[in-house]
């Protein structure tokens, strides 16, 4: 019997079809042909799927002031998705669209290469992929960045022209004024509560009561819902209420990573008389910072044996406790209870002898020994009843029970003779 061998030609291979996504950007309005980050979207959307080779892989779109910064999130995303073989080209407008830093370009497009990954740029009609692509890059990446370069200077010379003549570049509102077109306008109703904050503190009140007292008044700070010492000390310190303006306190480091800086005298800053209308005086402007110098003085005076700051936490709200000095004692206190009142966190003040006392207790100390409570002591916990709980750095942790001592038994003999006088005195033509 003869067997017939019937050849069968092998069907045609389908092309492999190219997983392509898009990456956008908007930056400072200068898009004219797609002047949105939606209009970019829905434009890169229609060209992917038009294409019968291509499959869709999706569009990452960042809106930002630059092409520099790193923390771009869709970019990021990008990237990671190439990492994780989703992607085979990325089509994107510009070189100046992906990044003006010619090291983090060439790094990106490197890595991509490395992953087989295209990256294609419409306005160059370049291929990374392609033999002359990296070279073509190199060179259009480095203008790229020296016109980033340039329009930074351009733009730095323009702010300080503008801060000659006192007009502000990146402020803020503030409580008492607001900013438009640049200048700042005074707020009749806020003003009052600033002049109302300064004359209170320059009377003596401290801190955190003038604090309760706006919020028992039922004024709030600006942009927030209660006050504190932060929100405080902002309008405490801000030379604006005087209507003069000191203008570049901070700055950019440079035009590639645009990390701003405090200008400590490294770049010129500029004093502005009569700006805007004053809300109080230089003289009382410069009357409540002597007064904040002095009390920050006595502050740290007072607080030389302040031996547990940053280690006591309350175990009702979770705050740090804080030190507090009376004419009689030393106590720590829970900071919400402090600022706020019993209302906020009902923990009770621990004497600071109490809190010395559990530490020798549970290390087997005869005298308080700074250098050990740091070696071996991590946080301090208080709790209700009188419960102090020691966490160990070695892990384990143990509780201390402290008892209240009789007030008339820490009395010295100077406060005993005060109180007997003070005693006399009530009494006097009594009976």
Known sequence: MIKRIIEVESLPTLPKRTRVAAYARVSSGKDTMLNSLSAQINHYKKYITDNQSWIFAGVYADEALTGTKEDRDEFQQLIADCRADKIDMVITKSISRFARNTVTLLKTIRELKELKVDVYFEEQNIHTLSSEGEMILTFLATFAQEESRSVSENMKWRIKKD?????????????????????????PSEAETVRFIYGMYLEGFSDVLICKILDEKGISPYKAERWNRTSLIKILTNYNYTGNLVLQKTYRENHLNKAQKINKGNIEQYLVSNAHEPIISKDVFYEAQKLRKSKTENHKKSNGDNDFKGYMKCAICGKAYTYKKTPYNVYWMCSTARTKGNKYCKSKQVPDSKVKEGIMSILNLNSFNKNEFIKKIKTIVVHESNKLVFELIDGTSKKYLWEHDLRANSWTEEMKEEARIKALERNKGGI
């Open 163 to 187: 801060f000659e003549k006192g007009i502000i570049w990146g402020g803020n509102s503030c409580l008492g004024y607001r900013l438009k077109n640049k200048k700042l306008h005074i707020v």
